[in-house]
């Protein structure tokens, strides 16, 4: 989600997932001040600032517009967490297959190293890849449309 570095969230204990539910903001997946869009292991303030980015640019006034803005806020950020999801997976069948791809040329450039990652990815791999991709253009598609939705209501409404 617009970060470099690293969320190490693959496969949380329960001990691990109930400590950070009852921690900060009255609970992070529970309580009147949780956020539904962001797990818990995901940095809300990331979350935070693509909201006030959205907020600042449509500039809502009404409730019905900052309902819009809230949504396109939300599909930014899962539309940023699937792009994340597909980046991990290729990463990871990069670095799985580093000196296969190391020994079928002798300086193979980064696009060789991602070409034969996606090769090796089984059939399973390649569906949920393929299907992650899908998630984050439907996303993509839904801000698009409240985008066009929220610029209506505000030129029909204004203030």
Same mark, same amino acid.
């Given at each position: 989600?617009l970060?470099?570095?690293?969320?190490?969230?693959?496969?949380?204990?329960?001990? +691990?997932?109930?400590?950070?539910? /009852?921690?900060?903001?009255?609970?992070?997946? &529970?309580?009147?001040?949780?956020? @539904?869009? &962001?797990?818990?292991?995901?940095?809300?303030?990331?979350?935070?600032?693509?909201?006030?980015?959205?907020?600042?640019?449509?500039?809502?006034? &009404?409730?019905?517009?900052?309902?819009?803005?809230?949504?396109?806020?939300?599909?930014?950020?899962?539309?940023?967490?699937y792009? @994340? =999801?597909? &980046?991990?997976?290729?990463?990871? #069948?990069?670095?799985?297959?580093?000196?296969?791809?190391? #020994?079928?040329?002798?300086?193979?450039?980064?696009? +060789?190293?991602?070409? /034969?990652? =996606?090769?090796?990815?089984?059939?399973?791999?390649?569906?949920?890849?393929?299907?992650?991709?899908?998630?984050?253009?439907?996303?993509?598609?839904?801000?698009?449309?409240?985008?066009?939705?929220?610029?209506?209501?505000?030129?029909?409404?204004?203030?």
């Amino acid at each position: 989600m617009l970060t470099t570095e690293p969320v190490d969230c693959a496969f949380p204990d329960i001990d +691990l997932l109930i400590r950070h539910t /009852q921690v900060e903001e009255d609970g992070i997946l &529970t309580g009147p001040k949780a956020s @539904s869009v &962001t797990t818990f292991c995901e940095r809300k303030e990331i979350y935070k600032r693509i909201r006030a980015a959205v907020h600042e640019q449509f500039q809502p006034t &009404t409730t019905y517009q900052h309902i819009l803005a809230d949504r396109m806020a939300e599909c930014i950020w899962r539309a940023e967490r699937y792009a @994340s =999801f597909e &980046t991990t997976a290729l990463n990871l #069948q990069i670095q799985r297959e580093w000196d296969h791809t190391s #020994q079928l040329a002798a300086k193979p450039s980064p696009s +060789l190293h991602a070409w /034969q990652g =996606f090769l090796a990815l089984d059939d399973t791999q390649r569906k949920a890849l393929h299907e992650a991709l899908k998630l984050e253009e439907r996303y993509w598609r839904r801000h698009r449309a409240l985008a066009a939705e929220l610029r209506l209501v505000q030129r029909l409404h204004p203030n």
